[in-house]
């Protein structure tokens, strides 16, 4: 057995809100048994208090330096599970949320430990509320395994696009390389390849629609991510801006950036899945037709974009911008002609809806 010694602890949460179910529970028995509750009734929530107890389980995050295995244990009084982890093989600690899709409560959360082979491994099978609390056991992980990892938090979706946007914008101007124009379904279009750092910037335009003296953008979100009207409300324009120039827009795209704002996003289907910024939130509506938003949210349902998972084998994050300059599909990496054909298609879609 290893010695203790050789291991570091990082993390050891007690299942207080568990703890807290079961001690009402019995309260509420105590009381029913002396308001001459049914005795059957009393015996049942006595016994749900009960089995919420035994089911609880004291959680211990433990690092072994030796053997560079990370070591969950989960400890209750009818059971015991212990993960060992090697280091070698985790790919990232995240914080996932969870909320209902109709987003009328507030979100819950849990610590998750992704490998690279796929598997996930989370901290405990429930979510619980308090973001900096899961946010902080997360980042604890990271530092002692030596791993990166961006949480499904409001700040965490923060600290990613400002990530993101060091990484990949050159200041020293756009460099297009162009393919020959083309025609679908009755729009013309064509692709463009942007180079910013590692990773470069494939866009798709086309100018047989324009959006004059104005733009309307939308970032698709990760999976789950809270509601855009919260997300805007914390972060601000600063991190919008630099989304844009990150994907080779420029002034001439983005007229009037100083009034821009928040959209408030009615269809719930959109609001799952994209962040709107337009410079002018009322007026943009008009072209967030049903069909608009139908084939967003069918593509987002499709490629969703998930933390802890490489997006090597589909798409990354989609953003489009609705321009003086035309119409634009954009997302890191280089496309394989299969999902080339699939961004067109939607492109396609796009245009053709708001000549409808």
């Not at 105590?30 to 004291?58: E, F, H, K």
């Not at 690092?63 to 070591?71: C, G, N, W």
């Not at 269809?267 to 049903?290: M, Q, T, V």
């Amino acid at each position: 057995m290893m010695d203790s010694r050789q291991r570091e602890e990082i993390i050891r949460e007690y299942p207080i809100n568990i703890w807290t179910v079961a001690l009402i529970l019995f309260a509420v028995a105590i009381y029913g048994y002396y308001q001459s509750m049914s005795i059957g009734i009393t015996i049942g929530i006595a016994g749900a208090g009960l089995l919420v107890l035994l089911l609880s389980r004291l959680l211990i995050v433990e690092f072994a330096d030796s053997r560079r295995v990370l070591l969950l244990r989960r400890i209750g009084i009818i059971s015991r599970k212990v993960d060992e982890l090697p280091v070698s093989n985790i790919q990232s600690v995240f914080v996932q949320q969870s909320r209902r899709r109709d987003n009328r409560n507030s979100p819950s959360y849990r610590v998750v430990i992704a490998m690279k082979d796929g598997e996930t491994y989370p901290l405990r099978s429930y979510y619980s509320g308090g973001a900096l609390r899961n946010e902080t056991a997360a980042e604890k992980i990271r530092l002692a395994v030596g791993v990166g990892g961006h949480d499904q938090t409001t700040m965490g979706m923060l600290e990613m696009g400002s990530k993101l946007f060091s990484e990949a914008y050159q200041p020293n101007g756009v460099a297009l390389d162009e393919m020959a124009a083309q025609e679908t379904n009755g729009v013309r279009w064509q692709m463009q390849t942007i180079p910013l750092g590692a990773s470069p910037v494939t866009r798709w335009l086309s100018k047989d629609f324009t959006y004059p003296g104005q733009f309307l953008y939308l970032a698709q979100k990760l999976e789950g991510q809270e509601s855009g009207k919260k997300i805007m409300a914390m972060m601000g324009k600063t991190l919008f801006r630099q989304s844009m120039r990150m994907y080779g827009f420029g002034d001439a795209d983005t007229p009037n950036i100083d009034r821009a704002d928040q959209m408030e996003i009615e269809d719930h289907r959109l609001d799952e899945h994209f962040l709107c910024y337009a410079s002018d939130p009322i007026g943009a509506k008009r072209l967030l037709s049903s069909l608009v938003v139908g084939s967003l949210s069918d593509w987002a349902e499709r490629h969703p974009l998930r933390q802890g998972v490489k997006q090597t084998d589909n798409f990354s994050q989609l953003v489009i911008l609705f321009s003086p300059n035309g119409a634009y599909l954009s997302c890191l990496g280089e496309l394989k002609d299969s999902e080339t054909e699939e961004l067109v298609n939607l492109g396609v879609e796009l245009v053709n809806a708001q000549a409808g």
